[in-house]
T-cell receptor
Framework: GENVEQHPSTLSVQEGDSAVIKCTYSDSASNYFPWYKQELGKRPQLIIDIRSNVGEKKDQRIAVTLNKTAKHFSLHITETQPEDSAVYFCAASPPNTGFQKLVFGTGTRLLVSP | EPEVTQTPSHQVTQMGQEVILRCVPISNHLYFYWYRQILGQKVEFLVSFYNNEISEKSEIFDDQFSVERPDGSNFTLKIRSTKLEDSAMYFC?????????????FGEGSRLTVL
């Protein structure tokens, strides 16, 4: 089945710096890749997603890039702010599941220091 | 903004006891899920439910687990005989039926502690 690896496990940046989190997936047929943000003790919330027919997607300070050949996708956060501090999970949706399930990465704890 | 609600927020139970976790998905959503997250680890898929039946389940979702949609609003996860390793945060999630959206809306979670 699908397996998603995520790096780094922790990331500390200064406010205003950029942060990049990378994920690789194993099933080349996976077709949907969301990123979820989880603040301490809270529910995961979708921040951005990308489908396999798109190489890049941007939403204000957040962007996601997808390299299907290499089977990896990345989250880019620019001009980081302290409120960006959270755990970020990437995920992949295996094929033929109709988005029925997501396989999550192990998470990246992002700490943005003022 | 509509949201997924879960009860209880925290349940402590003895090993071997039955537990039922309850969820009210967003009202016009058609797909329902349970995920779990052991403390400090990643979110893991348990089961998906559509049209009143399980559409997919993981290896974790063994015979001790069951799901039910007893009425038009609730979606429950039952663990028949809890084990220590069932201790985790259980998230219910739902999404609508639009083919081009995959966003899952998660509830706040139910923390299960098995002693």
């Amino acid at each position: 089945g699908e397996n998603v690896e995520q790096h780094p496990s922790t990331l500390s940046v200064q406010e205003g710096d950029s942060a990049v989190i990378k994920c690789t997936y194993s099933d080349s047929a996976s077709n949907y890749f969301p990123w979820y943000k989880q603040e301490l003790g809270k529910r995961p919330q979708l921040i951005i997603d990308i489908r396999s027919n798109v190489g890049e997607k941007k939403d204000q300070r957040i962007a996601v890039t997808l390299n299907k050949t290499a089977k990896h996708f990345s989250l880019h956060i620019t001009e980081t702010q302290p409120e960006d501090s959270a755990v970020y999970f990437c995920a992949a949706s295996p094929p033929n599941t109709g988005f029925q399930k997501l396989v999550f990465g192990t998470g990246t704890r992002l700490l943005v220091s003022p | 903004e509509p949201e997924v609600t879960q009860t209880p927020s925290h349940q402590v139970t003895q090993m071997g006891q039955e537990v039922i976790l309850r969820c009210v998905p967003i009202s016009n959503h058609l797909y329902f899920y349970w995920y779990r997250q052991i403390l400090g680890q990643k979110v893991e898929f348990l089961v998906s439910f559509y049209n009143n039946e399980i559409s997919e389940k993981s290896e974790i979702f063994d015979d001790q687990f069951s799901v039910e949609r007893p009425d038009g609003s609730n979606f429950t996860l039952k663990i028949r005989s809890t084990k220590l390793e069932d201790s985790a945060m259980y998230f219910c999630a739902s999404r609508d039926g639009m083919w081009n959206t995959g966003e899952l809306f998660f509830g706040e979670g139910s923390r299960l502690t098995v002693l």
